[in-house]
């Protein structure tokens, strides 16, 4: 029997048109480029009239509202057709999605995103390469190396320098701490080796400072690691909210006294609240000084390496060791976009396994550049395709503008609002976010405990009350022990007026509430009801 009868006889097909129903109708391929076009086409009207009939950034709906629509989906039943699901995503999500590219979504770290990028998503999920190794990569691997060795360049980390993407500033932080923690077991405990020992019996006294402004991912990361919370010394920052050089070295200095081991400092280039920028040269001598490893969370400032104009604040950046990169926050890149660098590329060595059917050591001899050697996922997406079309297309020193752009807003609102006798700013923003409350003065309890309590239900009610009119998205935080609102201002779009008309809206729910939980307290707020809701330009 020849091999054609073999598979005849197995029942297995010959010819590729032979069977055109079912579930080849919805893969990929080279006969299917028809389908292909107009299922993406399909999905290009939705989201054209989505945005296009959408003023609002968001519908303001419930979780109970809207998790009322999944009672009846019957996952095991397709609907038949590409329309039926698309109208089925447009009822369940994107009707009441959150817009980022609105410009009056002011809430979190998330920016706009740009053509190039999004024409990259479409690529990158079609061919569906996975950047692991060189055989399921090729150009795309030379693509991410460019991308980060130009960052690097970028970044003036020196001729050793490389890096990796991630699927965020998370996991770049996670590394940072685990190069740190494994350099630190190398250099200094005899070539120690973590990854074939696991951790040395003194692991519970390592120490990694940072300032209390950080972001929670060195928490997180400190426990991942197998070093506890308990690990993770922060820091006191001054009224600017950077980390105290001067705290630093005494924190460092204590721990080593009471017998505990510094290994690493976490400085954050752009907090997640305010923007600020810890003392990187300051910071870095301190490291210097007691052999530390020099970590800078640029998750956020990161975009400041694309100004012009700012570009000097990261000026001591260069000296870290490894540094973190959110493309997806300051570069107009979709979600996830992000890298994590090292100035020594021989410390990635400590994330490196081989894997005989993968990339086995024999590869890496021969040359063959499989990036799976320096990262902590296997599969992984080609992220960097998407800032590659963006540099390609609109180039760096667009992006720069932008970031100047939205540093600026933050300035004129910061301005703005230190006009305004009802609102308290807490800072003077560095990057483009800003930090303040509703606070007007009431004269019957002022500065009493009672006080800061009400204040602090208003703005977290202001903040919740917005959310579910849709008219804006804003932030909440807490500042020593207080609630306040966060505006992150990512998007060139965005102006003074939008600013101002957001900041109408808060004090209107703001005296709306003060007013319904002050009438108990009769003569507490008289001049209340008279407020104007003016805010001044
Ligand atoms: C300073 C900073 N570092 C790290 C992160 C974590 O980044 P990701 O959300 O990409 O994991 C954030 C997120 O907001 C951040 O603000």
């Known amino acids: ?220 990361s400190a426990a991942l690691l197998g070093l506890g919370y308990d690990a993770v010394i922060t820091v006191d920052c001054d009224h600017k909210f950077k980390m105290k050089a001067a705290a630093l070295r005494k924190a460092i200095a204590a721990a080593k006294n009471s017998g505990l081991i510094p290994i690493a400092v976490m400085a954050t280039a752009g907090t997640t609240d305010f923007g600020s920028i810890d003392p990187l040269h300051q910071i870095a001598d301190i490291c210097d000084e007691f052999g530390l490893w020099m970590h800078a969370d640029a998750a956020y400032g990161c975009g400041l390496m694309a100004s012009n104009t700012r570009r000097h604040l990261l000026s001591g950046i260069e000296r870290a060791d490894s540094i973190t990169m959110d493309y997806h926050k300051s570069f107009l890149q979709p979600v996830s976009s992000s890298a994590f660098l090292v100035k020594d590329k021989a410390n990635l060595n400590f994330v490196t396994h081989h894997a005989e059917y993968l990339n086995p050591l024999s590869a890496h001899q021969e040359g063959t550049p499989n990036l799976v050697n320096k990262s902590l996922q296997t599969t992984r997406r080609f992220d960097a395709l998407k800032l590659w079309l963006t540099l390609r297309i609109m180039g760096l020193e667009n992006i720069g503008r932008v970031f100047d752009q939205v540093c600026a807003l933050a300035r004129s609102s910061h301005l703005l609002c230190s006009l305004d006798p009802d609102l308290d700013v807490i800072h003077e923003p560095e990057l483009s976010t800003l930090v303040f409350r509703f606070n007007p003065a009431l004269p019957a309890i002022n500065h009493s405990h009672a006080h800061d309590l009400l204040v602090d239900k208003c703005n977290q009610h202001i903040r919740k009350a917005i959310f579910r009119s849709g008219e804006a998205v ?64």
């Not at 980060?148 to 965020?168: M, N, P, R, Y």
């Not at 965005?494 to 709306?512: N, W, Y």
């Not at 002050?518 to 001049?527: D, F, G, H, K, N």
Request: aromatic share 8%.
């Open 1 to 220: 029997m020849g091999s054609l009868d073999v598979l005849e006889y197995l029942g297995m097909h010959t010819s590729k048109h032979q069977h055109n129903t079912g579930e080849d109708d919805f893969i990929f391929h080279e006969d299917n480029l028809q389908r292909y076009e107009s299922s993406i086409l399909n999905a290009l009207a939705l989201i054209k009239k989505t945005i296009g009939n959408n003023e609002k950034p968001f519908s303001g709906i419930l979780p109970h509202e809207l998790a009322s629509q999944f009672a009846g989906i019957d996952l095991d039943t397709p609907l038949g057709s590409v329309d039926a699901a698309l109208k089925e995503i447009e009822s369940i999500y994107l009707k009441d999605a959150v817009f980022f590219h609105n410009k009056k979504y002011l809430a979190h770290l998330n920016c706009p995103v740009v053509y190039p990028a999004v024409m990259a998503e479409l690529i990158l999920s079609s061919i569906n390469s996975s950047m692991d190794t060189w055989d399921q990569s090729v150009g795309g691997t030379l693509i991410e190396q460019k991308i980060i060795d130009w960052s690097c360049e970028h970044l003036k980390l020196g001729q050793q320098a490389d890096g990796v993407f991630t699927s965020g500033g998370s996991q770049a932080n996670l590394m940072a701490m685990l190069l740190a923690r494994d350099h630190y077991c190398h250099t200094q405990l005899n070539q120690h080796s973590n990854k074939h020992c696991g951790l040395p019996e003194c692991a519970n006294k390592f120490r990694i400072f940072t300032s209390e402004m950080s972001h929670f991912s060195v928490q997180k």
């Open 474 to 537: 804003i932030a909440g935080t807490r500042v020593y022990d207080r609630s306040y609102l966060k505006f992150t201002l990512l998007n060139p779009q965005t102006s003074l007026l939008d600013i101002q008309s957001v900041l109408k809206l808060i004090k209107q729910h703001g005296f709306e509430y003060l007013q319904k939980h002050t009438e108990r307290q009769s003569t507490l707020i008289p001049a209340l009801t008279n407020k104007t809701l003016e805010v001044t330009l």
